[in-house]
């Protein structure tokens, strides 16, 4: 879309090119395709007129934008939901259809239905566009229930509906066939609200191969709980929480089904502020996700695919006092080895001073993000000397560390119409490998 250019969007972090973007729903891969859909105002950019907006992409990086698919009705506005190939072939529909469960907002009192209700729609044509069925997949169970992540359990036989119900408490229901869920758990996760997932996944061990797997919990605010799931109740199995985002920049993550190697896809919600008055907010960046054991726990690990990795161009390696010229129109992706008081500056062309350094300090543990005027910072530990791996786009940067446990995010979003020509690596114990995604 030649608007994206003029208007300086990032690369590789999807926008719309009008509006309010917020959750990501309906993820489901089929046909060599990701679709996203997603919250979306389209009249205006601030929060309004709930709508799934709908983009598309084969290599997680580039993002085709189409038309909407819900609108809202007489049952609410159009909140958040997931979506699964209908592999069964259920409900009278084609086994190429595609199912996406989702929340019918009607707190409107003129509305004929004052409750949030779990609906269906569905997709004949390849998810291009939506058909909503009359019908509700359960009874509501709180006036503002919402959030459907549905997926089948192979092992008991039947499709799994989580569900937000109110406060901190969670529903978990089973159908055979998509229809009427019925409650099998009502389970209260300490911190947890609202956009849950449940899915399983491998834990890596050192050697880099699969040692167990186990399932995990996860809520909008990046809350996540490991324990063991039968197909009818959760059970957490660790006494703690844990936290998988450290900043609050992302929000309401959803994993895609259908993944044809069998992997855990992750893409959340950036509260990015409004930029050119034109859009608001963006998607991070897709993760796949594994687990790793530390301490006696399981942590999340948060990988780049490798439909992303594999398209990075290798650029240069600098040492200390080294600089290297990039192509405009890029996104960058520097891979620091020993990050020891490194300080790194971005240049656009034909400027002296730097539009952006990042730099850490190992005494405090903190890698800060500075045009000058604003900073930010972003806590990593102190003395690490592993890798950390960090992506650049027009101001938006995602951070992680060498073993994939750490991410962090910030946004500067007054650089989105600066190009980055020049790279240099100030100073630092190690080396910077440059590479380039675009």
Same mark, same amino acid.
């Given at each position: 879309?030649?608007?994206?250019?003029?208007?300086?969007?990032?690369?590789?972090?999807?926008?719309? /090119?009008?509006?309010?973007?917020?959750?990501?729903?309906?993820?489901?891969?089929?046909?060599?395709?990701?679709?996203?859909? $997603?919250?979306?105002?389209?009249?205006?950019?601030?929060?309004?007129?709930?709508?799934?907006?709908?983009?598309?992409?084969?290599?997680?990086?580039?993002?085709? #934008?189409?038309?909407?698919?819900?609108?809202?009705?007489?049952?609410?506005?159009?909140?958040?939901?997931?979506?699964?190939?209908?592999?069964?072939?259920?409900?009278?529909?084609? @086994?190429?259809?595609?199912?996406?469960?989702?929340?019918?907002?009607?707190?409107?009192?003129?509305?004929?239905?004052?409750?949030?209700?779990?609906?269906?729609?569905?997709?004949?044509?390849?998810?291009?566009?939506?058909?909503?069925?009359?019908? *509700?997949?359960?009874?509501?169970?709180?006036?503002?229930?919402?959030?459907?992540?549905?997926?089948?359990?192979?092992?008991?036989?039947? $499709?799994?509906?989580?569900?937000?119900?109110?406060?901190?408490?969670?529903?978990?229901?089973?159908?055979?066939?998509? =229809?009427?869920?019925?409650?099998?758990?009502? %389970?209260?996760? #300490?911190?947890?609200?609202?956009?849950?997932? &449940?899915?399983?996944?491998?834990?890596?061990?050192?050697?880099?191969?699969?040692?167990?797997?186990?399932?995990?919990?996860?809520?909008?605010?990046?809350?996540?709980?490991?324990?063991?799931?039968?197909?009818?109740?959760?059970?957490?199995? =660790?006494?703690? *929480?844990?936290?998988?985002?450290?900043?609050?920049?992302?929000?309401?993550?959803?994993?895609?089904?259908?993944?044809?190697?069998?992997?855990?896809?992750?893409?959340?919600?950036?509260?990015?502020?409004?930029? $050119?008055?034109?859009?608001?907010?963006?998607?991070?960046?897709?993760?796949?996700?594994?687990?790793?054991?530390?301490?006696?726990?399981?942590?999340?690990?948060?990988?780049?695919?490798?439909?992303?990795?594999?398209?990075?161009?290798?650029?240069?390696?600098?040492?200390?006092?080294?600089?290297?010229?990039?192509?405009?129109?890029?996104?960058?992706?520097?891979? &620091?080895?020993?990050?020891?008081?490194?300080? %790194?500056?971005?240049?656009?062309?034909? @400027?002296?001073?730097?539009?952006?350094?990042?730099?850490?300090?190992?005494?405090?543990?903190?890698?800060?993000?500075?045009?000058?005027?604003?900073?930010?910072?972003?806590?990593?530990?102190?003395?690490? @000397?592993?890798?950390?791996?960090?992506? $650049? /786009?027009?101001?938006?940067?995602?951070?992680?560390?060498?073993? /994939?446990?750490?991410?962090?995010?910030?946004?500067?979003?007054?650089?989105?119409?600066?190009?980055?020509?020049?790279?240099?690596?100030?100073?630092?114990?190690?080396? &910077?490998?440059?590479?380039? %995604?675009?």
């Amino acid at each position: 879309m030649s608007s994206r250019k003029e208007n300086c969007y990032p690369i590789m972090h999807f926008a719309p /090119d009008y509006g309010w973007l917020n959750d990501p729903n309906g993820l489901v891969y089929h046909d060599g395709i990701f679709e996203l859909y $997603y919250q979306s105002n389209p009249n205006g950019v601030e929060w309004d007129d709930m709508t799934w907006g709908h983009a598309r992409s084969t290599d997680l990086i580039h993002w085709e #934008e189409l038309e909407p698919v819900l609108y809202p009705d007489e049952n609410g506005m159009m909140y958040s939901g997931c979506g699964l190939r209908n592999d069964r072939g259920e409900l009278g529909l084609p @086994k190429d259809a595609l199912l996406f469960p989702y929340t019918a907002a009607g707190f409107d009192e003129g509305l004929s239905n004052p409750y949030f209700t779990i609906r269906l729609a569905y997709s004949t044509d390849g998810g291009a566009s939506l058909i909503k069925r009359g019908d *509700k997949l359960l009874q509501e169970m709180a006036p503002d229930n919402r959030d459907p992540k549905v997926f089948w359990h192979e092992e008991s036989k039947a $499709y799994v509906l989580v569900l937000w119900i109110e406060k901190n408490d969670f529903g978990i229901f089973r159908s055979e066939n998509m =229809q009427n869920f019925e409650l099998s758990q009502r %389970i209260t996760l #300490e911190g947890g609200f609202e956009c849950p997932d &449940l899915f399983e996944l491998p834990v890596i061990g050192d050697d880099g191969n699969v040692s167990e797997k186990r399932w995990v919990f996860w809520a909008a605010d990046g809350m996540y709980f490991v324990g063991d799931f039968d197909g009818y109740k959760f059970t957490p199995t =660790q006494d703690k *929480k844990q936290a998988y985002f450290i900043t609050t920049l992302p929000y309401a993550a959803q994993t895609w089904s259908g993944d044809p190697k069998g992997r855990v896809i992750q893409i959340p919600w950036l509260r990015t502020k409004c930029v $050119y008055n034109q859009t608001t907010s963006a998607m991070g960046i897709p993760r796949e996700l594994t687990l790793k054991k530390a301490g006696g726990d399981y942590v999340i690990r948060h990988g780049i695919p490798e439909e992303i990795s594999s398209r990075v161009q290798p650029v240069s390696e600098l040492t200390k006092g080294e600089s290297s010229y990039i192509s405009k129109d890029s996104a960058l992706f520097l891979e &620091l080895n020993d990050p020891s008081e490194s300080v %790194i500056k971005l240049y656009e062309s034909g @400027k002296n001073e730097p539009f952006v350094t990042m730099s850490y300090n190992s005494k405090t543990g903190v890698f800060s993000v500075s045009d000058g005027v604003v900073s930010d910072f972003m806590i990593i530990g102190r003395n690490r @000397k592993d890798r950390v791996t960090i992506v $650049y /786009d027009r101001g938006i940067i995602e951070l992680t560390t060498g073993d /994939d446990t750490i991410l962090q995010m910030t946004d500067l979003p007054h650089l989105r119409s600066i190009e980055c020509n020049r790279i240099s690596f100030e100073s630092g114990e190690g080396n &910077l490998k440059v590479g380039m %995604i675009y």
